[in-house]
C-alpha cells in the first residue's frame, strides 16, 4: 500500500451526554475531508480519544468510517493496544470491516526492549495481513522504536511497510529512509516540511481536522517538490499547528471545531475541555489562518 498526502488523525464526536458516538456528526465530518480531498481518514486513533472508547465504540467507529467513506480515501484504523493479542484482534476486525490499513502504536507503559518490539510487530503482521504503520510516539508511551528495529521489522515483515514518525527527531526519518522501503509519515505537523524533505511522504495531521483543504494543499506542494509553496503553506499554518497544542491534544482542535460549528467540543474524562485563555488563542490562530471571520 502507498501511504502518501494528507492523512487526518480525525477526532470522534460525542453525544451531548458524552455517552456515547454522534454518528451522525462523524458522518458530516467524513463527507467533509473528502469533498476537501484529505487522502486518508484515521478513525480511533490518539486524536480520536481511543484510550476512552470502549472495545464495541472502538469497533462500530472503524466500522461507520469505513461506510462513511465508501472508498472514497484510504481509511487507516486504530489498532493501538500495549497488548499484542489486543492489537492483534483489532488489525482484525479493521481487516473485516474493509479498512485499507492498521495504525498500531509502539506498545505503552509496558516498554518493551527493541527485541520486544520486533516480536510484537511481528506476531501482528503474522497473524493479519492488513497493511501497517507503525506509530512512533515516545512523548505517550516512553518507548522510541529505533530506525535499526523498524528496518528489521520491515525487512521480515514486509506489510508492516509505514510509520507515522513522532519523535521530533528527523535523524531518524532520515535514517529509516536511507536504509529502507518504509514510507515515512510525519506524525507532527510541525515537522511535516523538513520530514518530507528528506523524503517522507506526507503527514499524519492533527490540523487537518480544522483546516482539511489547507493542509492537503500543503502536501501536494511538498510532493511535487514546489517547496516554494510548501514553505509558504508551512508558516501559513503555523499559528494553527501550535494553537492545536496550547493544550493537551485533541482538545484544542476540538474547540476549534466547536469555533467553526461543526460539532460539541466536549472531551470525555480524564481530558477535559481547553481553558478560556486557551480558547481566545485558537480563536485568534483560526482568524489569522481565514477559517473564521
Known amino acids: 500500500m502507498q501511504f502518501s498526502g494528507s492523512y487526518v488523525a480525525l477526532v470522534t464526536p460525542w453525544t451531548k451526554d458524552l455517552s456515547g458516538i454522534d454518528f451522525a456528526a462523524l458522518k458530516d465530518l467524513i463527507d467533509w ?32 468510517t469505513v461506510e462513511y467513506v465508501a472508498g472514497r480515501c484510504k481509511v487507516l484504523a486504530g489498532a493501538g493496544s500495549n497488548s499484542t493479542r489486543e492489537v ?3 488489525a482484525k476486525h479493521a481487516k473485516s470491516a474493509g479498512a485499507d490499513a492498521a495504525l498500531v502504536i509502539t506498545p505503552y507503559y ?13 506476531a501482528v503482521a503474522e497473524a493479519c495481513d492488513l497493511p501497517v504503520m507503525i506509530y512512533n510516539v515516545p512523548s505517550r508511551t516512553g518507548t522510541n522504536i529505533l530506525p535499526d528495529t523498524v528496518v528489521r521489522i520491515n525487512k521480515d515483515c514486509p506489510t508492516v511497510c509505514s510509520i507515522k514518525e513522532a519523535s521530533g527527531v528527523v535523524d531518524q526519518s532520515s535514517q529509516i529512509i536511507n536504509a529502507s522501503p518504509v514510507q515515512v509519515m510525519s506524525g507532527d505537523d510541525a515537522l511535516a516540511l523538513p520530514i518530507m524533505a528528506v523524503g517522507g511522504t506526507g503527514v499524519v495531521s492533527v490540523i487537518a481536522n480544522v483546516a482539511p483543504a489547507e493542509t492537503k494543499k500543503f502536501m501536494d506542494a511538498a510532493l511535487s517538490g514546489d517547496y516554494a509553496a510548501a514553505r509558504e503553506w508551512h508558516h501559513k499554518l503555523l499559528p494553527l499547528m501550535k494553537a492545536c497544542f496550547v493544550e493537551v491534544n485533541p ?43
Open 33 to 64: 475531508h473528502v469533498e476537501s480531498g484529505t487522502d486518508g481518514i484515521l478513525p480511533a486513533g490518539t486524536t480520536g480519544e481511543s484510550a476512552t472508547l470502549t472495545h464495541a465504540e472502538h469497533r462500530e467507529l472503524v466500522t461507520k
Open 88 to 90: 492483534i484482534d483489532l
Open 110 to 122: 509496558n516498554r518493551p526492549t527493541p527485541e520486544g518490539l520486533y516480536q510484537h510487530f511481528k
Open 251 to 293: 482538545a484544542p482542535a476540538k474547540a476549534a471545531l466547536e469555533i467553526m460549528g461543526r460539532l460539541s467540543g466536549r472531551m470525555r474524562l480524564p481530558m477535559v475541555d481547553i481553558k478560556p485563555e486557551s480558547r481566545k488563542v485558537v480563536e485568534a490562530a483560526l482568524r489569522k489562518v481565514g477559517l473564521v471571520k
